[in-house]
């Protein structure tokens, strides 16, 4: 199979494109989120130490770090999701087109 | 019923050699009076013990003889075994005991800390999971050398492999060995050849199919013994958090202070550095990586990703409830205490107290036999990784330059397996009673610096060549372990030299940059024959890596 060829298939430049915008988006939005976090607990610690309303003792630290724990997972969730469907379509239309 | 109030009097024995305050990543720092033999713990261990080894067996019978089956369990399981197993291979006992610990003494700093090792899953997916399965075959070695020169870049990713082995292996021995001291009263010495033993068997016998089992079943066990513990724990507040975080405030010496950061981001530089090369050093180690290959295809490498995060999220965020449950539940409660008010066994053991205090002794047993089984299943998976590196990469291709055959390459692999396991089970009662908290920091700095640049670069950038990559790569290394010497954390804590020349425990603000940098650089100016001929085969990889086609 000439695999040289192939890139310069249209459906496989699209793949190759989308999924680089998709994984490139997704890792800047997750290390984003990951270092605004740090940055947040060395500069601004009293921010997440706030009670999320005055009768409780959860703060909104507790709420941000489980909320970044689930950023992590949904992302992970929503490009398996994405790859599943558009990704192997796509890949399955290039196998079509060079058969 | 035994209880460690009775026992401790009676049989305590050996007293701390190592003072000071526990370290989250590191069971390896206190350690109090060692306890008495639990019956039930032991039954439990010996439960998990037997089932392993017949899994062994069964794998062995199977057959271990040719390179695909003992590198990557014939590259046929599911992506879900694969997610599990590598959630087991990653959630160490020294996580398990040493966040719940963290939580119980720092409370909101035990998020902090086991966020940052939870962000390095989803950019293994979104930035090389799928390329790495659809260009590598048993090492991430495969990957680079695709297109880049075999001999230089193997050479060096094997090394890499190597090193990142020895110093994880040596963390995980020290802090097993102390810990089974701990729960079955063993002496260290036995119980670093006991774990050392028993990774030696299944690796060697086994191949990647014993050490995958191994690891689900670890996986699921330390996944229930978290939830039984959480469930019960919530149970005691009518399943209300609000209640279970009063409760653990109005108890701690720190009070509301628990609910928020403290000090464990003491600097930003420092805290950044870290950040780096936990965010990109997951996708640098090598028995994480090793595991992609035992998949068929990008689709269930993908679902791998997936169902390790969920797992290891869910583990974690479990963590946070143990800590505090530990605050609440605990801490309150004399029958934990030693003789000067101190937590009996050390800060390490708050888990195990805590399921003792929940579900007796039958939970404790339990528990201490999941730590035992979690021990077990991340030094397999890197004495595994270690023995790959070295026959597959070291001593097939770069030795042998191909000329070995695949019988010949998996017997060294085996005796790759053996002789890691010699030489890391030698060093850990060499380092029984040093400081090296420092360890898992920087081989995490070692997997950013050294591999990731040289993975990513090689798998999207063109322009990359083998000078670029080998130069990246080494810089990586060097400049990594160098630091690290130099740090605070080695030159003062470990080897007692005074005020540390570089001041950061983690390197890998300065390293990570720098191995990217030097790859650039280096590949930029190489005008080579070589250099032109690797980037004409780019597009090739490329196809192959997106695709899957004519991948094996």
Not at chain 2, 5 to 23: D, E, H, N, Q, R
Not at chain 2, 118 to 141: K, S
Request: hydrophobic share 55%.
């Amino acid at each position: 199979m000439d695999l040289q060829a192939i890139q310069k298939n249209p459906t496989f430049r699209q793949l190759a494109s989308e999924r680089a915008r998709l994984g490139v988006g997704m890792s800047i939005a997750m290390a984003a989120a990951y270092f605004a976090y740090i940055m947040t607990i060395a500069f601004w610690p009293s921010l997440l130490g706030h009670p999320l309303s005055s009768g409780t003792v959860i703060t909104w630290g507790v709420l941000i770090g489980i909320g970044l724990i689930a950023f992590g997972l949904l992302l992970t969730a929503l490009y398996v999701r994405r790859a599943n469907s558009r990704f192997d379509q796509l890949n399955q239309l290039l196998l079509e087109d060079i058969r | 019923m035994i209880r460690y109030s009775a026992c401790a009097t009676l049989f305590a024995t050996a007293i701390a050699l190592v003072p000071g305050p526990a370290a989250a990543d590191a069971l390896t720092s206190a350690v109090g009076a060692r306890q008495s033999l639990n019956a039930t713990a032991i039954m439990m261990f010996l439960g998990f013990v037997a089932v392993s080894l017949a899994i062994t067996w069964w794998a062995a019978r199977k057959g271990t003889n040719t390179a695909k089956d003992f590198y990557a369990a014939g590259a046929g399981l599911k992506g879900v075994e694969n997610g599990l197993a590598i959630a087991g291979d990653y959630t160490s006992a020294a996580t398990f005991l040493g966040v719940t610990a963290l939580v119980y003494t720092s409370g909101y700093d035990g998020m902090i800390y086991a966020i940052g090792f939870l962000i390095g899953f989803p950019m293994i997916l979104f930035l090389i999971a799928e390329p790495l399965r659809n260009l590598g075959r048993y090492t991430f070695a495969d990957v680079a050398a695709y297109r880049l020169s075999e001999v230089p870049v193997r050479a060096v990713a094997g090394v890499n492999t190597l090193v990142i082995v020895v110093f994880y292996l040596i963390a995980q021995l020290v802090g097993a060995g102390k810990l089974i001291q701990l729960l079955f009263g063993l002496p260290y010495i036995y119980a670093v050849g006991i774990v050392g033993g028993l990774m030696m068997v299944y690796v060697t016998f086994g191949g990647m199919l014993a050490t995958t089992w191994v690891q689900i079943i670890k996986a699921v066990l330390l996944m229930s013994g978290s939830v039984l513990m959480s469930v019960l724990i919530l149970g005691h507040f009518g399943f209300s958090l609000e209640a279970l975080f009063r409760e653990a405030v109005a108890l701690h010496p720190k009070a509301g202070a628990i609910m928020a950061p403290g000090g464990l981001v003491k600097d930003p530089v420092s805290a950044i550095s870290l950040g780096v090369a936990l965010i990109f050093g997951t996708a640098g180690l090598p028995h994480i990586l090793m595991r992609f290959f035992t998949v068929s295809d990008a689709r269930q490498a993908r679902t791998s990703v997936l169902v390790a995060t969920g797992f290891i999220s869910i583990f974690y965020s479990l963590l946070f409830v143990l800590g505090f449950g530990a605050i609440a539940i605990v801490s309150a409660n004399p029958q934990f205490r030693d003789a000067s008010g101190g937590l009996l066994g050390g800060i390490n053991m708050v888990a195990l107290h805590l399921a003792d205090a929940v579900g007796g002794s039958l939970l404790l047993g339990f528990i201490s036999a999941v730590a035992f089984a979690t021990i077990l299943a991340v030094v397999s998976g890197l004495t595994l990784a270690g023995a790959s590196a070295a026959s597959h990469d070291l001593y097939a291709r770069v030795m042998r330059r191909g000329r070995a055959g695949e019988r010949e390459e998996v017997l060294v692999s085996k005796a790759a397996a053996v002789s890691i396991s010699v030489l890391s089970m030698g060093l850990g009662v060499l380092f029984e009673n040093q400081n090296i908290a420092f360890m898992v920091g920087l081989v995490f700095a070692i997997a950013a610096s050294a591999n990731f640049p040289i993975i990513l670069l090689s798998i999207v950038w063109r322009d990359l060549t083998t000078r670029g990559a080998v130069s990246g790569s080494v810089a990586g290394l060097l400049t990594s372990v160098g630091l690290v010497a130099l740090s605070p954390g080695v030159w003062s804590a470990t080897l007692k030299l005074g005020v540390a020349p570089f001041p950061y425990d983690n390197p890998a603000l300065i390293s990570v940059p720098l191995a990217f940098a030097l790859s650039w650089a280096v590949s930029v100016l190489d005008r080579s024959a070589s250099a032109a001929s690797v980037r004409a085969s780019f597009g090739a990889q490329h196809v192959r890596a997106q695709t899957g086609l004519a991948a094996e």
